[in-house]
């Protein structure tokens, strides 16, 4: 048994398909954990979830949609949506779902911003964002799912501001963790997962600096420790070898864990148990 933990089955992308691509997936041993970008997703996250045993949603505004951005991805929602600034009062409602888990995707992200954009503007918006979602998980004593990406630095910052004050105690999950060995020894003692993705069974870029034939990613996954790891998809992105290029789903999460395998040298089967007891413990989900 899998748990995926951190995909977007409820998106359009699935839309003529999702039963029986939910059906199929539960079926075949691998759990969900459905993840909200914005109020409209977050809504059919918790629908979602509360449709079928074994899957559970998360709910919050993506870094991306803090912003108003010039691009729209149609495998997201059916229109585009202008920049949202966040209401803790409609979350918080959404968050009384037994089905809720955790508050997120939420984060900073440097790497995409619009041409001719406000940055600094842009950057505050983006922190203020972050941390009404980290007040309001410190509220419900929810955990958070933390989406980050050419921002570590910051975000290192903002979760130390929190667990200083004695908040967050539930800490959360970095998703889709790209960062260096060192952001990623960091995250650690704060006490935080970090989540991997179909993306480390990619072949090396020309720019990465290889050690013992592994990218730095992968590097970090050789020596991190086991009880603080995730696997996800982030379906319907970021699909694994050996069908990237196509579209992503849940299942694939079990290529991920054997890439995971292969790098420490253990059983997939090892694997599948101590990422699974993980998400289990950091989102309490109610599965046997
Ligand atoms: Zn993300
Ligand atoms: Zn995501």
Do not use: W
């Amino acid at each position: 048994m899998f748990v995926d933990s951190h995909c977007h089955v409820h998106f359009r992308a699935y839309k003529d398909e999702q039963d029986e691509l939910i059906k199929k997936t539960l079926e075949s041993g691998v759990f969900m954990v459905t993840v909200g970008t914005d109020k409209e997703t977050s809504c059919e996250a918790i629908e979602c979830a509360e449709k079928y045993n074994g899957v559970f949603a998360t709910i919050g505004l993506h870094p991306e949609h803090v912003i108003d951005q010039t691009f729209f991805d149609e495998n997201e929602s059916a229109e585009h949506h202008p920049a949202e600034t966040f209401d803790p009062d409609f979350y918080r409602t959404l968050a009384k779902s037994k089905k809720c888990v955790a508050i997120g995707e939420c984060g900073l992200d440097y790497y995409r911003m619009p041409e001719g954009i406000d940055r600094d503007a842009a950057i505050i918006k983006q922190k203020q964002t972050v941390r009404a979602h980290f007040d309001l998980a410190d509220e419900l004593g929810l955990p958070v799912v933390v989406h980050c990406r050419d921002a570590y630095a910051d975000q290192l910052a903002i979760n130390q501001e929190y667990l200083d004050a004695g908040k967050l105690k539930r800490r959360g999950v970095i998703h889709c963790f790209a960062g260096t060995l060192e952001n990623a020894r960091a995250f650690i003692a704060q006490g935080f997962y970090l989540g991997f993705t179909g993306v480390i069974t990619f072949p090396a870029r020309k720019t990465d600096v290889l050690v013992d034939g592994l990218t730095e990613t992968q590097q970090i996954i050789r020596e991190m420790p086991i009880d603080q790891m995730f696997i996800e998809t982030d379906s319907p992105y970021l699909t694994p070898i050996p069908f990237r290029g196509k579209r992503n789903e849940p299942s694939y999460v079990k290529y991920v864990a054997q890439k995971i395998a292969e790098i420490r040298g253990v059983s997939i089967e090892e694997i599948e148990h101590a990422t699974t007891d993980n998400a289990k413990r950091l989102f309490r989900l109610a599965i046997e």
